[in-house]
C-alpha cells in the first residue's frame, strides 16, 4: 500500500503540458513595442522610420588640381576634404556627423545588373553609402542631405548704411565686416542685397563709394570695383587696390579675346578663373544640367528713361552680345521651386536673370522684372511634392522661431534668391611681384613669394533671407 501511495504522488506531483498549439502573435503585434501614457501601458505599433533623405547634388569630382590646394594632394582626395572643399563655409563638425550618421552617399555602377547590359544598353547607377576615408575618383557624384548647409539665422538683420560720403565709426565697422579677403593687390567683400553697387547723383550709398570712405586701410585711394553685382543680388565682389592690379582685374574679366602671356603659371590660373551662384527658382528646368548659349541685346522702354534685356532673335537686324551659362540642379523640386547652380562663361547684364527666366521658363524668385508673368500667378503657399524614388510625399515643418516674412520664399513679397557664392582667381598679388621682378636687372627668386599658390578660392554664406528659404525648403521630414 504504501509503494502504490508514493506512485501517486508521484503522478500527482508531474506537471502535465497542453497538447494544443500556442497560436503565433499576430503580424500587427509582431514587432509591437509597450507604451505608457498616464501611467497606463499597453502594446502599440514602432513608429515610421524617417522620410527618404532630400540629396543635394555635388558636381563630379575634377580631374585638375582643386584651386587653393597643394597639387601633390589633388588626385588623392577623400571625400570628406571633398566635402570641406566644397562646402568651405559649413563647420568641419556638421560635415563629420553626416559621414558618422551614414547620409552621405555616391553614384556608382549597380553591379547586380552590370552582366544584363552586355548588348549596349545603358548601365544603371545606384547611389552607396560611403566613409569619409574613401578616395574620390574622377567624374564621381557625391550625395548628401540638404541639412548640411542648413545653418542658424541671426535674429538681428544687419541695416545697410544710410549712406553719406563720410560714414561714422558704426558704418565703417561694418563695412569691414563685409571683408573677406585683403592683401596688397585686391579686396574681396561679401556684398549684403539692396545695395547698389556702382552709384550716381541720387544714389550715395554705392558700393564704391563706401568703399573709398572705409575701405582704404593704408592706402591713399580708396580700391575700384572691376566687376558688378545687381543691386537685388548678393556675395561675393571683387575690387581692385592699385593701378597695376586693376589693369590685371580688368583685362581677367573682360570677354575680349585674350592672348597668351610669357607665364605658363599665368595663362593656367586664367583658364581656372570661374565664378558660381546659387539661385532659388519656380520650377524646374527639364534637363538636370546643361549649357545655355543664347545672345542677349538690350532695348529702350519708357522714351529712353528705362532699360530691358532680351533674348535675342538671331535676325541680323539689332545688335547683340554672345552670353553662355552653364546651370545645373542642386537638388528635387520642393514646394514648387528648386536650387539650382550657375555659371558664367560670360560677363553680360542680368545675363543668369534673363537665362534663367527666358531661356529655362524658371524665373529666379524675386525677380519681378524678367519673372512678373509666373510671380502673378505664383502663390507663396506649400505645395504637396513627392520624394522622387518612393513617390511620397514630403511633409513640411517651420523651424521654431523662424520669421518667414523677411523676404524668404514664404513672404509676400520674397527677394531676389540670386548669389555669387564662390569666385575662384588667379593670385593678383602673386604674379604682380613675380612679373615685376623678372623684369629687373638684379632678378633673385623670392621663395617666399613663389610657394603662395596660384589661385585663390572664396566661398560666401548666403544672406539672411536665402538661408530662411534654404532651411524652410530643406525642413520637409527627412
Known amino acids: ?9 508521484i503522478l500527482l506531483a508531474c506537471r502535465h503540458y497542453s497538447r494544443t498549439r500556442i497560436r503565433p502573435p499576430s503580424p500587427a503585434y509582431a514587432k509591437a513595442i509597450i507604451r505608457v501614457s498616464n501611467n497606463v501601458a499597453h502594446l502599440g505599433c514602432p513608429k515610421e522610420g524617417p522620410k527618404p533623405q532630400q540629396l543635394l547634388s555635388l558636381p563630379p569630382f575634377p580631374g585638375h588640381p582643386l584651386p587653393g590646394r597643394k597639387s601633390a594632394s589633388a588626385y ?5 576634404s571633398w566635402l570641406k572643399y ?4 559649413i563647420p568641419p563638425p556638421v560635415i563629420q556627423s553626416h559621414f558618422n550618421k551614414g547620409l552621405v552617399q555616391m553614384e556608382c555602377l549597380d553591379s547586380t545588373n552590370s552582366s544584363r547590359n552586355h548588348k549596349g544598353q545603358p548601365l544603371s547607377m545606384v547611389k552607396v553609402q560611403i566613409k569619409h576615408n ?3 575618383e574622377v567624374g564621381a557624384r557625391v550625395y548628401v542631405p ?3 548647409a542648413e545653418s542658424r539665422i541671426s535674429k538681428r538683420f544687419d541695416v545697410i548704411p544710410s549712406g553719406t560720403l563720410c560714414p561714422n565709426a558704426d558704418e565703417i565697422e561694418y563695412l569691414q565686416r563685409l571683408v573677406k579677403y585683403k592683401d596688397s593687390a585686391i579686396l574681396v567683400l561679401n556684398k549684403p542685397p539692396k545695395l547698389p ?6 544714389v550715395h550709398n554705392s558700393m564704391d563709394a563706401l568703399a573709398a570712405a572705409a575701405l582704404s586701410y593704408d592706402y591713399d585711394e580708396g580700391p575700384k570695383l572691376v566687376h558688378r553685382l545687381d543691386r537685388e543680388s548678393s556675395g561675393l565682389l571683387l575690387m581692385g587696390r592699385t593701378e597695376e592690379s586693376i589693369s590685371y582685374l580688368h583685362w581677367l574679366f573682360s570677354d575680349v579675346k585674350k592672348g597668351k602671356s610669357m607665364s605658363k603659371a599665368w595663362n593656367d590660373a586664367c583658364e581656372e578663373t570661374y565664378q558660381r551662384y546659387w539661385a532659388l527658382v519656380i520650377g524646374c528646368p527639364k534637363e538636370k544640367e546643361g549649357l545655355i548659349c543664347a545672345p542677349l541685346t538690350k532695348v529702350l522702354l519708357d522714351n529712353g528713361k528705362t532699360e530691358r534685356v532680351m533674348l535675342a532673335n538671331n535676325s541680323g537686324l539689332e545688335a547683340s552680345q554672345e552670353a553662355i551659362t552653364e546651370y545645373r540642379v542642386l537638388g528635387p523640386k520642393i514646394n514648387g521651386c528648386s536650387w539650382i547652380e550657375l555659371r558664367p562663361h560670360t560677363s553680360r547684364k542680368h545675363q543668369l536673370r534673363v537665362h534663367c527666366a527666358e531661356a529655362l521658363g524658371t524665373p529666379i524668385v524675386g525677380d519681378y522684372r524678367y519673372g512678373w508673368f509666373i510671380h502673378n500667378r505664383w502663390k507663396q503657399m506649400p505645395r504637396v511634392d513627392f520624394e522622387p524614388t518612393t513617390g511620397e510625399p514630403y511633409k513640411m515643418r517651420r523651424p521654431e522661431g523662424l520669421d518667414v516674412q523677411k523676404g524668404s520664399v514664404l513672404s509676400k513679397v520674397p527677394l531676389l534668391h540670386l548669389h555669387c557664392r564662390e569666385l575662384v582667381l588667379p593670385n593678383i598679388a602673386k604674379f604682380l611681384l613675380l612679373h615685376c621682378n623678372k623684369n629687373a636687372v638684379n632678378y633673385k627668386p623670392d621663395l617666399v613669394n613663389e610657394s603662395r599658390p596660384d589661385l585663390l578660392r572664396f566661398v560666401a554664406a548666403m544672406p539672411s533671407h536665402m538661408k530662411i528659404s534654404w532651411n ?3 525642413s520637409y521630414l527627412v
Open 146 to 148: 540638404v541639412s548640411v
Open 1 to 9: 500500500m504504501r509503494k502504490i501511495f508514493l506512485n501517486r504522488q
Open 134 to 136: 574613401e578616395i574620390i
Open 86 to 89: 566644397y562646402f568651405d563655409d
Open 472 to 474: 524652410l525648403m530643406s
Open 197 to 202: 553697387v556702382k552709384g550716381n547723383m541720387p
Open 76 to 80: 588623392h582626395v577623400t571625400a570628406i
